[in-house]
């Protein structure tokens, strides 16, 4: 049971500016990929390497390169706002879909989608902006789960502590790995002082 909360002084600056709400969806995209690449850094940190002999120039010597392949499972929709930074630093990553929406009245999720790939033997990593209720991630995880997903790690930028506790009562095992650890959920579920709705900053709706 871990919970990991970026400590980056680039982290702080960028979710300083996603928080702001006179940030406009083209700004808030751009610093979605950067608080996005820095918590996949994070959450990849523990990553097996096998041994690679190769020749520099010079002679040959033994590297290290990855040793488990990766899957990154963004949870639509917002969860898409976080998937490109994986796809440019993580050369052969697959991806899976699982579509969640909370219901605006009960907050409770609904499943409208699932695509994922094989997911013996990879590292998991499912990705959502925001944990709320943790109710999306749960859901999320079962059905990786389901699909044979072992190890598996939870990456979002903005957690409130119901939702953490939610998700480690579920899923002990998986780390979360966050970029805010914030105070509270208000009357509607929506994440204090947070930074709204993120799939409706990230595409302007
Ligand atoms: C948001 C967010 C998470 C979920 C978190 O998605 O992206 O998936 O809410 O809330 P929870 O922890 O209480 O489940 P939303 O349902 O608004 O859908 P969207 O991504 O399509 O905007
Ligand atoms: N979903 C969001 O986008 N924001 C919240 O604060 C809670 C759920």
């Known amino acids: ?43 990849t940190r523990d990553l097996a390497t096998v041994d690679k002999a190769i020749d520099t120039p010079m002679e040959p010597t033994t590297g290290h390169v990855l040793g488990k392949p990766l899957v990154v499972v963004p949870i639509l929709r917002a969860g898409l706002g976080m998937l490109q930074p994986f796809h440019d630093t993580f050369p052969d990553v697959s991806v899976g879909y699982v579509g969640l929406e909370r219901d605006h009245a009960t907050a409770v999720a609904r499943s409208y989608y699932c695509k994922l790939p094989p997911l013996a033997g990879t590292r998991v990593i499912v990705v959502d902006p925001m944990l709320a209720t943790g109710g999306s991630a749960v859901q999320a995880i079962n059905v990786v789960k389901a699909s044979g997903g072992k190890e598996i790690v939870f990456v979002c930028i903005v957690s409130s502590p119901e939702g953490v506790a939610v998700l480690q009562a579920a899923h002990p095992e998986v780390p979360i790995h966050t970029g805010a650890l914030d105070r509270e959920l208000n009357g509607r579920k929506y994440i204090l002082p947070g930074l709204g709705d993120f799939g409706d900053r990230l595409y302007g709706t």
């Open 1 to 43: 049971m871990s919970l990991h909360v970026l400590s980056h002084p680039l982290g702080a600056h960028v979710l300083t500016h996603l928080r702001d709400k006179t940030t406009k969806p083209a700004l808030f995209r751009t610093l979605s990929y950067q608080i996005s690449l820095l918590l996949a850094l994070e959450a």
